[in-house]
């Protein structure tokens, strides 16, 4: 049985944390920093044209360990919080409206 369009994405998304961790399987402010340009541009320049320290902000308040790093159940809360802001778009809010939470 071939995997469903669901699995494959979960694929992707763990493909795409180990893309821009180290050799400890973390990303770091730098990598987190390029992982959410590279990925989501159109987001961080709503951010950005709102004036907030989005990517600044989100790592300090899930490196909870305060390690410098973000571990793969920090990144998938950081994925959890751009979901979410994503679903609220869809319903009218503006981009980047809770990245100051």
């Not at 973390?26 to 989005?54: H, M, Q, R, T």
């Amino acid at each position: 049985m071939s995997p469903t369009k669901t699995e494959n994405m979960m694929e992707e998304i763990v493909d795409l944390f180990h893309k821009y961790t180290g050799r400890n399987d973390k990303i770091n402010k730098e990598n987190l920093s390029k992982l959410v340009k590279e990925n989501f541009p159109n987001f961080l320049k709503a951010c950005e044209k709102l004036g907030k320290d989005y990517l600044g902000q989100l790592f300090e308040k899930e490196d909870k360990n305060r390690d410098g790093s973000i571990e793969f159940s920090e990144f998938m809360t950081i994925l959890g919080k751009l979901a979410n802001d994503y679903h609220n778009h869809s319903h009218g809010a503006p981009t980047c409206a809770s990245g100051d939470e």
